[in-house]
Nanobody, 124 residues
């Protein structure tokens, strides 16, 4: 079992940067980790993912080249560095843990554990 707590959200101007953190408990190092986001009136969407070992990552096309996901299992933490932020990045951001990814990173049903979310607002 894993418990996840996100932090680092806030208000930033267009073009700015934020770093989100997700601290886990339990068997954190055994899980593949993903970041998702949900904007008002929209479905939750995949943003980025990293394997349990940290040797492979995946990104949504909309954030590729701007966002970077990393993790440190000794600290039970995964980060999402977000640069060149745009107003369309405004959303609640969630970290999630998946023991197995049989259908690819983007399918939320595979993630058994979720954090409470952190709000990111990018002003134009």
């Amino acid at each position: 079992q894993v418990q996840l707590v996100e932090s680092g959200g806030g208000l930033v101007q267009d073009g700015g940067s934020l770093r989100l953190s997700c601290v886990g408990s339990g068997e954190f190092s055994s899980y593949n980790m993903g970041w998702f986001r949900q904007a008002p009136g929209k479905e939750r969407e995949f943003v980025a993912g990293i394997t349990w070992s940290g040797d492979s990552t995946s990104y949504a096309d909309s954030v590729k080249g701007r966002f970077t996901i990393t993790r440190d299992n000794s600290k039970n933490t995964v980060w999402l560095q977000m640069n060149s932020l745009k107003p369309e990045d405004t959303a609640v951001y969630y970290c999630a843990a998946a023991a197995r990814l049989r259908a690819g990173w983007a399918y939320a049903y595979q993630y058994g554990y979720w954090g409470q979310g952190t709000q990111v607002t990018v002003s134009s």
